[in-house]
Nanobody, 114 residues
Framework: VQLQAFGGGLVQPGGSLRLSCATP????????MRWYRQAPGKERELVAS???????NYLDSVKGRFSVSRDNAGKTVYMQMNSLTSDDTAVYYC?????????WGQGTLVTVSS
């Protein structure tokens, strides 16, 4: 397994979760790391990204609520998700891109429900 995502679960609206994605891939520190999600019946969408230099970008609907970060020494990328709503319910995937090489994690389910 090249990418292993953790941290999904059931959370009430307004709650928080922290997703993690770990990898043994040596070029992690040089890679673009991205979080995608796919809700039931919908297409996969890009939620957040962080470059090797630490520049971040977010889907408009999660700006101000989600925060992506990375630990290059630990080869892990994180996504802190706050103020969750039912619209955030989805399977979340991490993605590593280095040049033309791309890896996907297996996905972790986030369910926001009371």
């Amino acid at each position: 397994v090249q990418l292993q995502a953790f941290g999904g679960g059931l959370v009430q609206p307004g709650g928080s979760l922290r997703l993690s994605c770990a990898t043994p891939i040596k070029v992690f520190r040089l890679a673009l790391m991205r979080w995608y999600r796919q809700a039931p019946g919908k297409e996969r969408e890009l939620v957040a990204s962080i470059t090797d230099g630490g520049t971040t970008n977010y889907l408009d609907s999660v700006k101000g609520r989600f925060s992506v970060s990375r630990d290059n020494a630990g080869k892990t990328v994180y996504m802190q998700m706050n103020s969750l709503t039912s619209d955030d319910t989805a399977v979340y995937y991490c993605n590593l891109r280095f040049g033309s090489t791309e890896y996907w994690g297996q996905g972790t389910l986030v369910t926001v429900s009371s």
